[in-house]
C-alpha cells in the first residue's frame, strides 16, 4: 500500500504516521474477516483544503478527463473513490481526531475491499461519470436500488470498524 501526504501541515503528521504504521495490518485484519481481496490501494493524507482537491484529481484521471465534478465531496473524515490502478482512499487529518485514525482506515478498507465485488466498482464509475456531467447514470429505480447497496455497504463498514481495536 502506498501512502502520501498532499498539503499536510506539520501538526497532522501524526496522523500521517499512524497511517503509514497501520495500512497493512488493517488490510490483512479486513481481507481475513470479509474473506476478500482488496486490491491496489493508494492513501492521500491531507488537510481540509485538499481532501476536495485530491478526491477530484483522481476523478479526473480515471475519467481521461479535465472536467469538474457538479458535486463538492461532502465534509467526512475519509473517503474512498477509485483511482485508474484500483482504489484511493482519500483521509482529511485536519479532520479526523488522531484517536479515530485507526477505525478511519479500516471504515474505507472495507470500501476498497467492497469495490471488488461484481458490478460495484462500475456502478461507482457510473455515480462519477454522471457528476461530472458525462453521462447520465440511471432513472429514478435504480437510483434508489443504488442507494440501497451503498447504505448496505456503509452499514457493513461501520460494523467492521471493531477491528481498528486490534491494531498495533
Known sequence: MQVTAYKLGAQYRPGLARVEAIVDQAAR??????????????????????YGDSILAAEQRVLGTRT????????????????????????DAQATPNHEVDTTVVHELVHAAQFGRPGVRDAVLAGIRNNHGIEKAGGWLKAQLENRKV???????IRLEALARKLR
Open 68 to 91: 469538474r465534478s457538479r458535486y463538492a465531496p461532502p465534509p467526512s473524515l475519509a473517503r474512498t473513490t477509485l483511482s485508474p490502478s484500483g482504489t484511493l482512499i482519500v483521509i
Open 151 to 157: 447504505d448496505a455497504h456503509e452499514r457493513e463498514a
Open 29 to 50: 485484519l479486513v481481507q481475513n474477516k470479509l474473506g476478500e481481496r482488496i486490491g491496489h490501494v493508494e492513501f492521500v493524507v491531507t488537510d481540509t483544503r485538499g
